[in-house]
């Protein structure tokens, strides 16, 4: 994906034709390397604070058709319950998930996951520690 994003031009990015066309010309590949490899996917996102403050969040499902749908469905939700409005919004601005809401659509997205961490200190991700008690971790 990152390949044909730094190789394509932006012109031919935005046209939505060219794209489409290109996703029906790859689609029998990727499918066939999905059988061999599988469709497990992992997202991880680090969040860095001006306060110097880090933060993970990872998300790992066995299947991305799967998690799509489930992602999709807990946002549709969202949207059916008043906490959102239709369409796309970042997080910050008033018409996106209110802040109340956001742990229960989480929750929802994380569904099936394999592996589901949000809002936790980086070395708590990439270790395999242990709290043995009162906070205190064990590698």
């Not at 499902?61 to 799967?66: A, D, E, G, T, V």
């Not at 270790?127 to 064990?138: A, C, L, R, V």
């Amino acid at each position: 994906m990152s390949a044909v994003v730094n190789l394509a031009p932006v012109e031919f990015l935005k046209d939505r034709n060219k794209v489409q066309k290109l996703v029906e010309l790859s689609d029998p590949l990727v499918r066939a390397i999905d059988r061999f490899t599988g469709e497990l996917m992992s997202m991880r996102v680090d969040l860095e604070c001006m306060d110097g403050r880090k933060a993970v969040g990872l998300y790992s499902h066995k299947k991305l058709s799967i998690c799509v749908g489930v992602a999709i469905s807990a946002f549709v939700r969202a949207v059916l319950e008043g906490s959102t409005q239709p369409g796309v919004w970042f997080p910050e601005e008033p018409e996106g998930i209110a802040v109340e809401a956001r742990q229960q659509l989480l929750e929802r997205a994380a569904e099936g996951t394999i592996n589901f961490v949000m809002n936790r200190p980086p070395w708590m991700v990439e270790t395999n520690s242990k709290e043995i008690g009162f906070g205190i971790y064990m590698q």
